[in-house]
């Protein structure tokens, strides 16, 4: 039986004034004379096709116009967004302006706008202009203390308030990460250098990150709780694979870099494989807490703090939870004083 001929019949007698769905079929099917027991696998894949075609179209319409309508408020979100953050770097702009006399005052409002700005968009610029610097101001020819501070910090202020799933802090650790490839890259005499002082200010950053959660475990709010039991099982597993985690990002950007880049990523990160016990026992001793504190929490328990979860103060224990913090918008120069404050003092 030709295929074309089944979905023009099934077409033509398909009625959908039937009520039921069983009875709109079964009419279709005696009016167009088919026999289900005739039908070969092409034939009953084609039966199958008209019959959804027919039965979803409204529906299929409607999705296209909810995917239209999906792509228009997506990019009246991205231009909102970036409407956002402009009107956040000119505020913190005119107010650098205002306490440029004050050098206290300046280091404190460079703080709150690390806080205060999205951080993915600029998290490369900042890597890369931190380095830049540090070569820039070299008058020894060693830039490894200098670069490992600058990176622990860097990397500690991008994971600190957010979410330690591995997801998030493998997206800060690569971005990271590559920024530094590409100025080792531009500077092929200092790469081993610059990678090196990298890699260990990432993982110093990253112990700095885990060992802040550790601490605040104690005294976390009941909404907190909340957060931590619904994630429970997932924190508890990254927490364990903290040093594979570390060691897969070197590696799979070592994969998809040049071939002098590789091996030095290479080389280090075998090095470093033996280096990474600080990483491991707070990873522990972190999951440790969480495991005596949160385990036999019932998650029933947490839930019924409906109060509590509307308060302000939930509000914010949420927002521990989301993957979301705020870093400056560093440009080469005085933007980035954070930095560079902490290349001056070595």
Do not use: C, W
């Not at 009107?87 to 300046?106: G, P, R």
């Not at 950053?205 to 976390?220: P, W």
């Not at 019924?304 to 979860?309: F, L, R, S």
């Amino acid at each position: 039986m030709q295929n074309d001929t089944i979905q023009n019949d099934l077409m033509t007698h398909y009625n959908k004034r039937f009520k039921t769905l069983d009875k709109r079929i079964s009419t279709s099917f005696e009016s167009s004379g088919l026999n289900v027991d005739e039908l070969s696998l092409e034939n009953m894949n084609s039966v199958a096709t008209t019959l959804i075609n027919i039965e979803t179209l409204s529906l299929q319409d409607d999705l296209q116009e909810l995917f239209r309508r999906k792509e228009e408020i997506e990019r009246e979100i991205e231009k909102k967004s970036e409407a956002l953050q402009e009107t956040k770097y000119e505020i913190f702009n005119t107010l650098e302006t205002e306490m440029s006399e004050s050098k206290d005052a300046l280091l404190k409002l460079h703080k709150v706008k690390l806080q205060s700005i999205d951080l993915y968009d600029i998290l490369s610029e900042m890597v890369e202009s931190a380095i830049i610097t540090a070569l820039e101001k070299d008058s020894d020819g060693d830039i490894t203390e200098s670069t490992i501070e600058v990176i622990k910090e860097i990397t500690y202020e991008s994971i600190k308030e957010g979410s330690l799933n591995t997801i998030r802090v493998r997206k800060i650790l690569s971005t990271i990460l590559i920024a530094a490839i590409d100025v080792a890259e531009a500077t092929p005499n200092r790469a081993d250098q610059i990678l090196n002082s990298t890699l260990k200010g990432m993982r110093t950053g990253l112990v700095k990150s885990i060992s802040r959660f550790k601490g605040r475990l104690e005294f976390m709010p009941v909404e907190a709780k909340h957060i931590l039991i619904d994630d429970y099982d997932t924190i508890m597993e990254d927490l364990n694979q903290t040093d594979t985690l570390f060691s897969q990002v070197v590696a799979t950007q070592a994969g998809q870099s040049s071939q002098s880049i590789r091996k030095i990523l290479i080389d280090l990160n075998t090095a470093m494989s033996y280096d990474l016990e600080e990483l491991v026992q707070i990873s522990k001793e972190t999951a440790e807490i969480m495991k005596s504190r949160f385990s036999t929490f019932a998650k029933t328990a947490v839930r019924k703090a409906d109060i509590a979860m509307r308060s302000p103060k939930a509000q914010e224990a949420k927002r521990m939870g989301r993957q979301a913090l705020g870093v400056a918008r560093v440009a080469l120069g005085s933007a980035i004083k954070t930095a560079k404050d902490a290349i001056d003092k070595k």
